[in-house]
């Protein structure tokens, strides 16, 4: 030990820069390079194997005296046993690269692409992504995969939690889980932490969506869509609702090249749909007459209700909640899914309509008697019939307002 510990913190602040670099020994191998310009580096000198290599420790102030005689101890306890440090920081700060490559949100957003190959419906792929982009990655989405913690992660969910948002914050916790587990799969993280959070968040009420099944006050309802002046977009949409009665998200979604204007239907294909298989919507005079007023401003895109913010994207799923808010009707009162209900209701109570009928236009997972799954084109002249006397009662009740 007599041969180390040469250098005082007074030595290295005194020693000027000269014409040529020089050094300043520790001992141990390790010497301070004094540069020309006045810098000044630690470094290494050591034997492995039969070859004399050098070690870059740092640059003095950054790393004081004192770190560089710990890094050079750590040097020594390696070279101890049989590895070479030059090699060991190498393979340090590649891992580093990887592990910053492989950050939380490069994953999720790797699974995304991934369920989108697989045919996801794209109202799937867009909640999932607003989790990610809203209620995750903002917290954890620039850690590395490998390295979330539960604790990381549950920071992230309590926020959700402290908005009142309990269903949100344990679907964010699925969907972290799902990426993950992902992580795992291809190699880039050991365990899914989300597993360890079992029990910590507030179980989710399951609620109904709110609907409105009192013909009256349906009525008043329509009156008060009929008087929306938002966007046309939005107002379109929130018009079309009630009367096709599909789900937000695949009505959000609807494209001008599925609307089959010869045969006054709408033609969904399976990957947006729910169930997977495709599914025909027929079209009232109503429904014909709200997409051709629209036609002029939209017609020139893809999708017949699309996001005024964000180009060549649909809708997004709070457009047509907003405007329900906007109108006076809070989300315990009606909600765009619960127009499903609403028809389901009073197709059935009040015009009645068969029940098989009105399950075929909900496109809800119904087996005939033998076994049969799902067809598009099942009761077809009777469910257009159908769709056309729903549109004129919806009429009737807001004329009797």
């Not at 004399?52 to 005296?65: C, F, H, M, N, Q």
């Not at 954890?140 to 949100?168: K, W």
């Not at 609403?342 to 015009?351: G, I, P, Q, S």
Request: net charge positive; glycine share 6%.
């Amino acid at each position: 030990m007599a041969a180390s510990n040469k250098l005082t913190e007074t030595a290295i602040k005194q020693a000027k820069a000269r014409e040529k670099p020089y050094k300043l020994s520790d001992g141990g191998g390790m010497y301070l390079e004094v540069m020309p310009t006045g810098s000044k580096y630690w470094r290494l000198k050591y034997r492995y194997g039969s070859k004399e290599k050098r070690l870059a420790i740092g640059v003095y102030p950054d790393v004081t005296l004192a770190v560089a005689r710990e890094k050079r101890r750590e040097a020594k306890i390696r070279l101890a046993d049989g590895c070479d440090p030059s090699e060991v920081k190498k393979q340090n700060k590649l891992a580093k690269q990887v592990a910053v490559s492989n950050t939380f949100e490069v994953v999720a957003a790797e699974l995304v692409e991934k369920r989108r190959q697989e045919g996801a419906a794209p109202v799937t792929l867009d909640k999932m992504k607003w989790i990610l982009d809203k209620k995750l990655c903002p917290y954890v989405g620039r850690i590395p995969v490998a390295e979330v913690t539960p604790r990381q992660l549950l920071d992230a969910l309590r926020r959700i939690e402290s908005d009142g948002l309990h269903e949100t914050a344990n679907r964010a916790k699925r969907v972290a889980g799902q990426v993950l587990r992902y992580a795992v799969a291809t190699g880039r993280a050991d365990r899914d932490v989300s597993q360890d959070l079992r029990g910590a968040l507030v179980v989710a009420k399951v609620t109904h969506r709110a609907a409105i099944t009192d013909p009256q006050e349906l009525g008043k309802l329509l009156v008060a869509i009929e008087g929306y002046n938002g966007t046309p977009e939005v107002r379109a949409a929130l018009q079309i609702t009630p009367l096709l009665f599909q789900r937000p998200g695949e009505i959000r979604h609807m494209e001008w090249a599925e609307i089959d204007w010869v045969q006054e239907r709408w033609e969904i294909p399976p990957h947006k749909m729910k169930m997977k298989q495709p599914h025909i919507v027929p079209l009232c005079r109503q429904a014909v007459a709200i997409l051709r007023e629209i036609e002029p401003i939209t017609g020139h895109g893809s999708y017949v209700f699309p996001s005024a913010r964000r180009g060549g994207r649909p809708l997004s799923e709070n457009g047509v909640r907003t405007a329900l808010r906007t109108l006076g009707y809070s989300n315990d009162q009606v909600t765009a899914h619960g127009f499903r209900a609403t028809a389901r209701t009073l197709l059935d109570e009040v015009l009645g309509c068969r029940v098989d009928w009105i399950e075929q236009q909900l496109a809800h997972a119904v087996k005939d008697a033998n076994g049969r799954a799902y067809n598009r084109t099942k009761y077809l002249p009777e469910r257009k019939e159908m769709m056309q006397n729903w549109a004129d009662y919806l009429d009737q009740l807001k004329a009797s307002v």
